[in-house]
């Protein structure tokens, strides 16, 4: 029961997000005619120099990539998401048209396009699965690096996929910064969907004065800290490092804390994503 109830949410997720990328991809990047990102975008540049459905077009690209990457992301991961390609790609040529399709102003219509396109994929990517093609090998470097970020992997990715319907659909640099825009965009809202809003940062804080620095931090943000015994590799002098994970909104408190304390303290910080190493585990 509790597997069969499982794949219902999976199958529930499969549609809402498949109808978020769809009304991202074609009802407003498709109509504001500037580049989408990943293999949808490459699709998006045969819909606008052949007028091929894009949900088709999305899927034949598939077969090749999924057959490359099938070894690394593993047969179960492979079987999901052949069930959510083809309940995106058919959401795209059928569903999507039903929908009226924008045509204001090309700004709105990318940032619509990279926050509807990013929760549909970060509703996916929860469920362990893709929508394939790009996303195999995003999923295949992140198996292979776990520290990276699917966001980071992801934009890098699809400014390559910008760039490519740059140079053979609009030939405008107004539509590379919009493609650019819609990148970012969307990597920006599956981290913060994936990892959380309040994911935030991780310090680490080399002072003198470490338990006046960790008493200060817990007085300005009520975050309690860490000491880290550290060693310099040149000086061989003992040192302790404060280490404290905060949200977004905490750093610029934790920052003045430590500089009320120590002027002379260095700071780093880390994503605390990258920290943790959350991996996405395909199998």
Same mark, same amino acid.
């Given at each position: ?15 809402? @997000? ?6 991202? =991809? ?25 007028? =091929? ?25 492979? &079987? ?23 045509? @204001? ?14 929760? @549909? ?27 990276? $970020? &699917? ?30 825009? *819609? $990148?970012?965009? &969307?990597?920006? *809202?599956?981290? #913060? ?19 006046? *620095?960790? %008493? ?9 800290? =860490? ?30 804390? *430590? #500089? %009320? ?10 994503? $605390?994503? %990258?920290?943790? @190493? %959350? ?5």
């Amino acid at each position: 029961m509790a597997q069969k109830r499982k794949r219902m949410v999976d199958i529930l997720m499969d549609i809402v @997000g498949g109808i978020l990328i769809a009304l991202g =991809t074609y009802n407003f990047a498709a109509a504001a005619k500037f580049p989408m990102v990943g293999l949808n975008g490459i699709a998006l540049i045969f819909y606008h120099l052949l007028g =091929t459905p894009i949900g088709l077009v999305a899927m034949l690209l598939n077969v090749p990539i999924a057959i490359a990457c099938f070894k690394i992301l593993g047969r179960r991961f492979f &079987l999901r998401s052949l069930r959510t390609i083809l309940i995106t790609s058919v959401i795209m040529d059928y569903i999507a048209p039903m929908f009226p399709v924008y045509e @204001g102003d090309r700004m709105l219509a990318a940032v619509c396009t990279g926050v509807f396109s990013g929760l @549909g994929f970060a509703l996916i990517y929860m469920r362990n699965s893709s929508t394939g093609g790009m996303d195999f090998i995003i999923m295949s470097v992140k198996a292979k690096n776990p520290h990276l $970020s &699917l966001g980071k992997i992801s934009f890098a990715a699809d400014m390559l996929v910008v760039l490519i319907g740059v140079v053979m659909v609009s030939r405008d640099m107004d539509s590379l910064i919009y493609g650019a825009i *819609v $990148s970012y965009l &969307l990597s920006i *809202v599956v981290d #913060k969907v994936m990892y959380g809003v309040d994911s935030g940062k991780m310090a680490l804080i080399v002072t003198d004065y470490p338990k006046k *620095v960790a %008493e200060q931090i817990d007085l300005l943000t009520g975050r309690g800290a =860490t000491y880290l015994k550290a060693e310099g590799s040149y000086s061989r002098e003992e040192k302790d490092v404060v280490m404290c994970a905060c949200n977004n909104k905490q750093m610029f408190t934790i920052r003045s804390a *430590v #500089k %009320e304390i120590d002027q002379k303290a260095f700071v780093i910080i880390l994503e $605390s994503n %990258e920290v943790l @190493g %959350e991996g996405f585990k395909p199998h």
